[in-house]
């Protein structure tokens, strides 16, 4: 007969191959009809709520490797909350205002001169809703499991309904005004910018020291003195209405050849270096107090430069006297309000410079920085000229340098409810950690934000203007203009005039003649995403505000999750969130930026569709991500490897099950023997440690503690020794059934607890699992930890156990090496031990030989009367030998009895009583 018939060997259809390129659709298909998205929010309806609340990605191009990463941490909380007694909505979003849609359609050849801007913002709506119906099939690749039929999109109706709402509230507070006061513009935008839509990179600019004449030096100077500026922006020299100095420092006036400059003492030995002074005698100290309104030349037209007393002057670099342009810095702005000067901007929309800079008109600001600089060398005034690169600030999305421009703009004035903001601050739960202090401190040294925009795409600022030029917000325009915005969208706006915008019968003391203009201005984008708790978390009746969680990358503290905070407390007096969680950025293998030019950008659906979603899951799950994050082939191809261990477990799990029906075949724990009690401990406290690394967003401690019990405590020890229970007992043997017990345990509570990271995979296993009845495992729960996890006794003795084996499989190791054998079934090991051990051993119930995989066993005496020619390690001395007898043909033991049976002559004496009980019929 051939004996390897009535081995009980693995039968399962589950492929050791994933093939997820191949199967992840098919899986996602079945997912669409069953939509498992309305099934698990029906599962899970009554219970709490968890909301966690998604930051809205731009709708424009591809997704990239950090999108998924952002998407992918959101479906793990996500799927983990509605598994662990949460009822957990999911609703996606997109922004979709804003310059790179209408920069996408100039691309395009779209010539938006030629038609109105309601036509072009109707193809900037197409565009942006094809972008959208693009990403949300990537996004829907990554497994990702949300309401994507009905997500929010900032262009829609009812969204930009609530933001008006939410705009009105603020104006009623008195927090939006109107105001000329420099902000960061951009030429290229022709648009102002929030702080959030800044970057910064290295630019080089020239770097000039100046000197302005005294004309009145009010007893304090005399009139052959120069007060020396420095400044990296020689096309502001038209715009100097002043120069700043510190109350507090010590400022000298120092003789070099014949001429007389001042300076602060602090920073005179950086000035001689850098303008080459050679002597620079100092012949007069003054405090900086002293210097208030006396009066300079400008050194280029005929008018005066005032001295001011300024907090923000610095001694980092410069001459302590620092060139005041009120039109064109923030703190030139408010010291020049401070002293009464007016905002001189002599720079238009596009940066060229107007006839308020006589002499520049007509140049681009950065052209102008050349004839501006020649114009002070043949007026005596420059002192020096040398180019430096130093971080300068670019526009986010044209990447190209902005300025400080002063205009009329909308602000909401953010000091008028500072104190709430950073009250909300600090009510917030915030991982990590340290994001409570960035987002404090910038809230706290924030000035007031900019919300106007001079673009055509995006969400009107609802203000009318009365004939003698009052603004209008009140409760029934704000209201009236919702409402038509619910009913018609925000086109609506730039379709009807004024008068037809404003509620029926509207008057205003301000327009006798009954006529009316509106805001040509729309929002900051930052305030159309900022107002999504208004406009999806109170609009949508399966949300609520607060959010349990906001989680976006670490750029979000100055974009999402400030604007957020400010339109919320704002409108509520609270944070829209309850806890804040950032990740990192991604970068390569090396930990350089992605960059086209690189080549090291990694594509999220090429990465997919050579190794599969549940690859760069598995992946997301592994890094430390709260930190920035490295991603490569290389390193991609590790993550596959543990993927591969982990399926390879399932597959062996369920191969072992095929025949076990757990209504009647599992056993009570106190019916398993010690070893299986050992590994139903060892799982349970998995569950428990799993459980409470995704309450804490520990995904890479999930990651390394299933890796670690499906290698090492299954793979290497429970499953390599029960093979021979599983493979060579009858199928009724009491000890298979204790196996097959912790087996079963083990594969349910391991589909489920990584169902939330490989959803593919977990509901792949969950198909071949014959005994649930759930169609998909992302309709059950979590497994509860069971009380005899805190068996803390068996845990010790059996721990003791697993470092003694460790000595033995050493020894092994050592044996095989030197050739004494083969496979371990081939040795016989003899051990000498101290008497902690020798309790421990003859403590065990179970068969050794079996536990250690070797066909002979014995303790031989004390630790120190171990023979020469044993391998002594720390808690015991192990002699190898061959094991004596014969192999059987059945089990590969080595052992005497093999041939006893004559029936069965190449079997050994359990093997073939085996085969005459169970597989009689073969004989």
């Known amino acids: ?32 009809e069953m939509n498992i998205y309305q099934k698990v929010q029906e599962h899970t309806k009554d219970r709490p709520k968890y909301i966690l609340h998604d930051g809205p990605p731009y ?61 072009f913002r109707k193809l900037c709506e197409e565009y942006a809703l094809g972008q959208i119906d693009s990403q949300r099939e990537q996004f829907k690749r990554l497994g990702v499991r949300a309401d994507w039929e009905n997500p929010y999109i900032t262009l829609k109706p009812a969204y930009e309904a609530q933001q008006i709402k939410v705009f009105g509230e603020m104006a009623k507070k008195g927090y939006i005004y109107k105001g000329k006061k420099p902000v960061y513009w951009s030429p290229t935008s022709e648009s102002a910018l929030a702080e959030a839509e800044i970057e910064y990179k290295d630019k080089q600019s020239p770097s000039i020291y100046v000197g302005f004449k005294v004309k009145e030096g009010k007893g304090v100077l005399s009139e052959d003195v120069q007060i020396v500026i420095w400044t990296t ?10 120069i700043s100095v510190h109350p507090d420092l010590t400022y000298v006036v120092v003789s070099e050849k014949g001429n007389k400059y001042l300076v602060a003492k602090d920073l005179l030995e950086t000035v001689k270096t850098e303008i080459g002074f050679e002597e620079a005698t100092i012949v007069q100290e003054v405090k900086g107090s002293e210097l208030e309104n006396i009066k300079a030349l400008h050194p280029l037209y005929e008018r005066e430069s005032l001295v001011m007393l300024g907090e923000h002057v610095t001694t980092d670099a410069g001459t302590g006297c620092v060139h005041t342009a009120p039109g064109h810095g923030e ?34 600001y950065d052209k102008a920085n050349k004839p501006i600089t020649e114009a002070l060398e043949n007026a005596g005034a420059l002192l020096k000229l040398t180019f430096i690169t130093h971080s300068y600030p670019h526009d986010w999305r044209t990447k190209k340098p902005v300025i400080f421009r002063a205009t009329a703009q909308w602000f909401a004035s953010i000091k008028d409810f500072r104190k709430d903001l950073l009250d909300a601050v600090k009510e917030t739960k915030w991982v990590p950690a340290w994001g409570e202090t960035r987002l404090f401190n910038m809230v706290r040294d924030r000035g007031d934000w900019c919300i106007s925009r001079q673009r055509a795409w995006g969400v009107p600022i609802p203000v009318f203007y009365a004939e003698n030029g009052d603004s209008i917000i009140t409760d029934a325009t704000i209201e009236h203009i919702s409402n038509l915005f619910r009913e018609h969208g925000s086109n609506i706006w730039f379709e009807k005039s004024a008068n037809e915008l404003l509620p029926e019968g509207f008057t205003h003391p ?49 974009g999402w999750f400030n604007s957020s905070l400010s339109t919320a407390v704002a409108v509520t007096g609270k944070a829209p969130y309850k806890g804040v969680l950032s990740h990192g950025f991604v970068l390569d293998g090396e930990g350089r930026k992605m960059s086209k030019s690189l080549g090291n950008v990694m594509v999220p659906a090429k990465v997919m569709n050579q190794l599969g979603a549940d690859i760069l899951r598995l992946w997301v799950a592994s890094v430390d991500f709260q930190a920035d994050v490295r991603v490569s082939d290389a390193i991609l191809k590790q993550v596959t490897e543990g993927y591969r261990k982990i399926r390879n477990t399932f597959r062996f799990l369920l191969g072992n099950l095929s025949d076990f029906n757990p209504q009647k075949d599992a056993l009570k724990y106190e019916e398993l023997r010690e070893v299986d009690q050992f590994m139903m401990v060892k799982l349970n406290n998995l569950i428990k440690n799993v459980t409470e690394s995704y309450d804490k967003f520990e995904f890479s401690t999930i990651y390394h503690a299933i890796n670690n019990f499906c290698t090492l405590d299954l793979s290497a020890f429970y499953l390599d020794f029960s093979k021979d229970v599983l493979y060579i007992e009858a199928t009724e043997n009491k000890e298979r059934k204790a196996i097959q017990t912790v087996l079963y345990e083990s594969l349910l509570s391991l589909t489920k607890l990584v169902a939330p990271i490989l959803p593919h995979t977990a509901d792949e296993v969950w198909e071949h699992i014959t005994s649930v009845e759930e169609e998909s495992v992302q309709l059950t729960d979590f497994p509860k930890v069971s009380e005899y996890s805190n068996d803390q006794e068996l845990l010790d003795k059996w721990n003791k156990f697993m470092l003694l084996r460790d000595d033995v499989l050493k020894a092994l190791e050592e044996a095989r090496n030197q050739k004494v054998i083969g496979k371990s079934l ?32 014995e303790v031989a005496g004390e630790y120190k009367a171990a023979p020469e020619n044993a391998l002594k390690l720390e808690h015991a001395a192990i002699v190898v030998s061959k094991a004596d007898g014969e192999t059987c043909e059945r089990c590969w033991t080595v052992t005497p009895d093999v041939g006893e049976d004559k029936e069965h002559p190449t079997l050994c004496v359990r093997c073939a009583s085996v085969v005459k009980e169970s597989y009689s019929d073969l004989v």
């Open 233 to 242: 922006t020689p096309w502001t020299i038209p715009a100097n209405l002043g």
């Open 331 to 364: 703190d030139d702005f408010l010291v020049g309000q401070k002293y009464g000067l007016e905002v001189l901007c002599p720079v238009d929309d596009k940066g060229i410079m107007t006839n308020e800079a006589p002499g520049f008109e007509g140049l681009f």
């Open 59 to 119: 709708a424009n191009g591809d997704i990239h490797i950090g999108h998924a990463l952002n998407k992918i941490l959101k479906d793990f909380i996500v799927r983990f909350k509605s598994m662990t007694g949460y009822n957990a909505p999911y609703v996606p979003g997109w922004d979709t205002h804003g310059l790179p849609i209408e920069q996408a359609l100039t691309n395009k050849g779209v010539k938006r001169k030629e038609m109105t801007i309601a036509e």
């Open 1 to 32: 007969m051939e004996y390897k018939d009535t081995l009980l060997m693995p039968k399962t259809a589950f492929p050791m191959r994933g093939n997820l390129p191949n199967r992840e659709p098919q899986i996602q298909e079945k997912w669409n």
């Open 510 to 558: 301000g327009s006798p003649n009954g006529k009316f203009t509106k805001e040509t201005d729309i929002m900051d984008v930052w305030f159309d995403s900022g107002s999504s708790h208004q406009s999806v978390l109170e609009e949508r009746e399966e949300l609520q505000r607060p959010a349990d969680l906001y989680l976006e990358g670490s750029d979000q503290y100055r």
């Open 826 to 857: 081939q040795a016989s090991i003899t051990l000498y031990v101290n008497e902690d051990t020798n309790v421990l051993l003859n403590s065990i119930q179970e068969n050794l030989k079996q536990l250690f995989i070797v066909s002979g066993f």
